[in-house]
């Protein structure tokens, strides 16, 4: 539902900017972004440790960073290539899947379920059968990983394919998780499922008696995790363009190749992930936490923006809906799991997944803080620039025009508003957002009408002298056009005006409205 209403990149970062404030959103995208650096640092640190059990020269650092720098080159690349090897790495992990459940089933028919029988004798090692349940759940909630990432480059997607998506990953996971869990339970003792824990699928191929099973689950092992890898540039890239086209990153990173890639980000996430491994010395393990805390909290986030969206944007054509409790039982569940990771008590000496989260959310969310209010700190730097160095004139004459220009070019871009004839209480809350939440003092706000309406025109002209009194720090520039609003016109004003997209406002568009949110090329609802 979340997507299909407002089917643009940034997944829960998206779907919270168009229903919250831009400071709510970027909670999203932190935690975004810590779950794609731990999921791309760990799976390719682990598809390293299993070609390592079938290569034991392999220097697991060095290829891991291999592995990276194999994936940031194939995103550079563009997604078409990319589509390509996911494709390769599903089916041939599909196959390795249906292969080694068919040949544990012919062993089971074999030997019998002696040990699945004895392992539902065992006493319960937490108390109690529902606090077994509870733990289970918190972790094989960790199974779905994946589920969010999809919705970060809806926009490279042709219609219709966000929905197949979650479905296929929906069956994939229906069937072989609960089916996987029950052939260990028929295999292996309880006792010694922890001395395997590493790589656990090979370790039942190898009870079956098959000689190049054990070998084929590990090669697929390392496929499916290096996918991980893959899935992780090709999200986080289309979670930070759409940060970036919304001023939370600098617009440098916006520059694109000739195959149409942000090559800045792709290599920005490629450092980051390379400093992380030599940071943790290899030892990818503590970023479990992160992993753990951060990707629950994104999934909790798509169920509370749905819960917003049908609040506040109520209007908003959607293909598919979620009933309200379907919402509310998902964002319980999600939240019960996370509560249950977070609580969790680690092995000994071990930090907790909760410390490890921290130490990484803290510096990404002051990083975001800090360019959500870059003007303000920009002002802050230029004051004590100016009382410390007083005694150096022209030093300091020139840091001023130098900072002022910067302050000047980043609050002079100019902002559009589309109005249809809006109260003046809608129009009041479209300043009060334009103040709150971005950085300028300008805003031109535009009627078109297919034929002039003097009455609308009249009082639009009305209200805006009255709100151009009550926000003198804003310019505020009335403007009556005739015509036809839609893509076209939209694209047509944003070449005469110097005015991206994304910085053209509307309010929710009705069941009426002639066009999709995303025909619209970007631009944004805030009321």
Not at 124 to 132: L, Y
Request: hydrophobic share 50%; proline share 4%; aromatic share 10%.
């Amino acid at each position: 539902e979340v997507v299909g209403a407002l089917p643009l990149n940034g997944g829960a970062y998206n779907a919270l900017l168009n229903t919250t404030s831009k400071q709510v959103a970027s909670l999203a995208a932190a935690l975004t972004l810590l779950s794609y650096l731990a999921t791309a640092v760990i799976s390719a640190s682990e598809a390293m440790h299993y070609l390592h059990s079938i290569i034991p020269a392999l220097p697991i650092t060095s290829a891991t960073i291999v592995l990276l720098s194999f994936f940031m080159g194939l995103t550079i690349l563009g997604i078409g290539e990319s589509a390509m090897v996911a494709v390769i790495i599903f089916l041939f992990h599909l196959t390795t899947l249906v292969l080694l459940c068919s040949t544990i089933g012919i062993y089971l028919t074999q030997n019998g379920l002696s040990i699945f029988i004895a392992n539902n004798h065992q006493p319960v090692p937490h108390g109690t059968v529902t606090m077994a349940i509870f733990w289970g759940f918190s972790a094989a909630m960790l199974g779905i990983s994946g589920f969010e990432s999809s919705a970060n480059f809806v926009e490279e997607q042709k219609a219709g394919v966000f929905p197949k998506t979650l479905r296929n990953m929906w069956l994939a996971v229906s069937i072989f998780n609960p089916l996987m869990a029950f052939l260990a339970l028929a295999l292996i003792p309880i006792p010694e499922v922890k001395l395997h824990e590493a790589d656990l699928l090979s370790h039942m191929a190898g009870l079956t008696g098959n000689q190049l099973l054990p070998t084929l689950v590990s090669v697929d092992a390392f496929l499916v995790l290096s996918g991980a890898v893959l899935t992780s540039f090709v999200g986080v890239t289309g979670l930070l363009e759409r940060m970036t086209l919304d001023r939370i990153m600098p617009a440098f990173f916006l520059k694109k190749n000739r195959r149409g890639s942000s090559y800045r980000i792709i290599i920005l996430f490629f450092l980051l992930s390379v400093s992380i491994l030599f940071l943790t010395h290899g030892r990818v393990g503590v970023l479990a936490g992160v992993y753990t805390i951060s990707f629950l909290s994104v999934m909790g986030l798509f169920g509370i923006g749905n819960i917003l969206l049908k609040i506040r944007r109520k209007r908003l054509p959607r293909p598919e809906k979620a009933g309200w409790i379907s919402v509310l039982v998902a964002v319980l569940f999600v939240a019960i799991a996370l509560a249950g990771n977070v609580i969790k008590q680690p092995e000994s000496g071990a930090p907790a997944n909760l410390t490890i989260f921290l130490e990484y959310f803290i510096p990404t969310m002051l990083f975001v803080g800090i360019m959500l209010n870059k003007t303000a700190l920009l002002e802050l730097v230029l004051n004590f620039v100016e009382y410390l160095f007083v005694p150096v004139a022209k030093m300091v004459s020139k840091i001023n025009r130098g900072v002022s220009d910067l302050i000047d070019r980043i609050t002079s871009q100019e902002f559009v508003f589309f109005t249809r004839g809006d109260n003046l209480a809608n129009l009041n809350k479209v300043l009060l957002y334009i103040k709150d939440n971005e950085h300028t003092k300008k805003i031109k706000i535009v009627t078109v009408q297919k034929k002039h309406d003097e009455e609308i025109c009249s009082k639009l002209r009305r209200d805006i002298e009255f709100l151009d009194r009550e926000y003198p720090e804003i310019e505020i520039e009335y403007v009556e056009l005739t015509g036809t609003f839609g893509p076209d016109l939209i694209q047509k004003l944003s070449k005469e005006w110097n005015v991206p997209v994304n910085f053209m406002f509307i309010g929710s568009p009705g069941d009426r409205f002639p066009y999709r949110i995303e025909e619209l090329g970007g631009v944004r609802l805030i009321i």
